[in-house]
């Protein structure tokens, strides 16, 4: 049976803290992209630990992704799925596209799994990302994906980031784990209860 474990909304914001300092450093981002629905809280909680005096605050924006699929009626863990399905993207052909180019913009997700979502995500955002570059005349603006993630799973991972992202250290998890389930607070629909489990069940 797989290993549960429970993780605060505190444990979240300090995992993104400690990671502040080192995406302002190295990947020096002005654009975020969160990946929904996990993606969600630690880019908002990220951003005001990037803001910077005298500084606009890094815009959000959001692509849903799904790869999950339950295990069965009634059984609260679910499975990595074989096939990314899209639920929300950017539209290509609006400022929203345009607006990326030239960024220096950071993926974020709650966990780094099977590595699936993320290769999906880097890989299509670079496609779409060239194609509006071309199409506006903009090729003298380069744009650079970074990735963050709160938690990686110490595992094969059946996807794959660009290379150079991994050598030019633009990827960060804030904690690398086991092959465990997580369960984060987002998804809890008691948070006491939840709580309660993450002083005896701890990543």
């Not at 500084?55 to 799925?81: F, H, T």
């Not at 993926?107 to 194609?131: C, F, G, P, S």
């Not at 804030?174 to 309660?196: F, L, M, R, S």
Request: glycine residues 6%; aromatic residues 6%.
């Amino acid at each position: 049976m797989v290993q549960k474990v429970y993780v605060t909304y505190n444990q979240v914001h300090k995992l993104c803290q400690a990671s502040a300092e080192r995406i302002l450093n190295d990947f020096q981002p002005n654009l975020m992209i969160a990946i929904g629905g996990g993606g969600y809280v630690p880019a908002r909680i990220l951003r005001s630990f990037l803001k910077q005096p005298g500084s606009a605050n890094i815009p959000i924006q959001a692509i849903g992704l799904s790869l999950y699929e339950s295990l069965g009626k009634g059984d609260a863990v679910e499975e990595p799925g074989t096939k990314v399905t899209r639920t929300q993207w950017l539209d290509l052909s609006s400022l929203e596209m345009a607006n990326l180019i030239g960024k220096n913009i950071l993926i974020v997700d709650e966990v780094d799994d099977t590595r699936t979502t993320l290769e999906y995500a880097v890989r299509e955002l670079e496609k779409d990302v060239a194609t509006a570059t071309k199409n506006l005349g903009r090729s003298e603006e380069k744009t650079k994906f970074s990735i963050f993630v709160l938690h990686n799973k110490d595992k094969p991972k059946k996807g794959h980031v660009p290379e150079d992202m991994i050598e030019d250290r633009r990827y960060l998890a804030a904690q690398t784990v086991g092959d465990i389930w997580i369960c984060y607070p987002w998804e809890a629909t008691d948070i006491d209860e939840h709580d309660k489990l993450a002083e005896t069940q701890p990543v």
